[in-house]
């Protein structure tokens, strides 16, 4: 965007509502999802049916993730919070077994390595916001027992590579560390031709109500083709009921099955309801989102302050949020000044998602001492993101871009 075409922008006012920088509903509702949860409430009313958790509406929404995805199984969950949780517990970890995750990250990855008491190894990530895979490799040892990685804000991570690495350096009784994914920013996004969700030991996907899709706020989905690492999720999920025995207990009879400790942390009915309608619409509601980035990329491509957002070419991201790197030389405090200035002086709210967790989190600090990630530590002191929404408007759109622009201008 010229500076001519930026202060014409700038001079016609403002964005046309508050944009936080993490929009708490991250696609859209319609009356088709009000409706699909009445018809299920009210098809709860009979004594005999009730919210049963065996049930069409889970059943279906099941199936038809993991259509969508293009695996053979799907399992909800009540977040991917759980579901991580669930995921790490099926590798059986034993003390001194290790999990590989990237430092820059939200802390849900890391909290579920260690609340399942394994070691937890960070390891860096490169400007797509992604583990690094030649760090990952460089911190595999005899006692590495998975990889997990996470998909950062849309974009898929290079699993193909770290499969590639695992091979190289297996486990000495497990054989191949296992890859996971957490995709909780990514659904709908692609890998070398495939959903992500394919290729790892299995993924983990978000409901919340921030991300591409909600199933009435919190919900989470987990994908595998694996049928033994499914019906151990299942009994997991549910206080160790594998799949075989799920007929005889909603007959009333007493499962047999000894599938090892299970919790409960199974998605309710109305939220499957819910969750057909918003699965079924959620191309619909990613493809404003991917349209607004490229629009964004385009009008800011002339800042030469500014890299915008890789995109490798056997990706398409989804775009959960929109991430831009300052140049290393205004890393921290300059950085803050630009992010203080857009909110300031033009409405617009930025925020760093995510700096390396153990520098955001006193738990996961305290549990890694030692350890440390430097050139993520540099590229989380040059990013900023800005809102991005998919019912954001062209002319909003075009507005944030040319207080970026004026705004770096300024500082320049």
Not at 35 to 42: G, K, L, S, V
Not at 254 to 277: E, F, H, I, M, P
Not at 321 to 345: F, S, T
């Amino acid at each position: 965007m010229d500076s001519e075409r930026c202060r014409e922008v700038l001079a016609r006012g403002g964005l046309s509502r508050e944009w936080p920088a993490e929009p708490m509903l991250g696609g859209w509702y319609t009356e088709e999802e009000i409706e699909a949860a009445n018809e299920a409430i009210r098809a709860s009313f009979d004594p005999a049916v009730g919210f049963g958790f065996f049930c069409d509406e889970i059943v279906e929404f099941e199936q038809k993730f993991a259509a969508y995805i293009g695996t053979r199984y799907a399992l909800s969950v009540t977040s991917a919070g759980t579901g991580l949780d669930v995921a790490v517990r099926a590798l059986d970890l034993e003390p001194g077994d290790e999990v590989v995750v990237p430092a820059l990250n939200f802390r849900a990855a890391p909290y579920a390595v260690l609340g399942c008491g394994g070691k937890l190894v960070l390891c860096e990530s490169d400007e797509t916001l992604n583990a690094d895979p030649a760090d990952v490799e460089a911190k595999l040892t005899p006692h590495t027992r998975a990889i997990l990685v996470t998909h950062m804000n849309g974009l898929s991570a290079p699993i193909a590579d770290y499969l590639e690495i695992a091979e190289r350096h297996p486990h000495p009784k497990y054989g191949p560390p296992k890859v996971l994914g957490d995709a909780a920013r990514a659904l709908g996004g692609s890998y070398q031709g495939r959903k992500i969700g394919t290729g790892a030991w299995m993924t983990v996907f978000s409901l919340h109500t921030m991300k591409m899709m909600t199933t009435l706020g919190e919900g989470g989905m987990i994908t595998t083709d694996d049928a033994e690492l499914m019906a151990r999720l299942r009994g997991l999920r549910q206080w160790g009921i594998v799949e075989s025995e799920d007929l005889e207990i909603a007959r009333g009879k007493r499962g047999t099955g000894d599938a090892g400790w299970g919790s409960n942390y199974k998605l309710t009915k109305v939220q499957a309801a819910v969750g057909l309608v918003q699965l079924r619409r959620l191309d619909e509601m990613i493809a404003p989102r991917v349209a607004l980035a490229g629009k964004r990329s385009e009008m800011l491509s002339d800042v030469p302050e500014l890299t915008l957002p890789y995109e490798p070419a056997d990706c398409a991201p989804v775009y959960y949020l929109y991430n831009l790197l300052v140049p290393r030389e205004w890393a921290g405090e300059k950085r803050d000044q630009l992010m203080a200035l857009l909110r300031e002086e033009y409405g617009v709210d930025t925020v760093v998602a995510n700096p390396p967790v153990y520098q955001a989190d006193a738990y996961v600090r305290r549990m890694t001492p030692g350890q440390s990630t430097p050139r993520s530590e540099e590229i989380a002191a040059r990013l900023f993101c800005p809102p991005t929404h998919p019912l954001m408007s062209d002319e909003d759109n075009e507005y944030l871009c040319a207080a970026i622009s004026d705004a770096v201008a300024k500082l320049r």
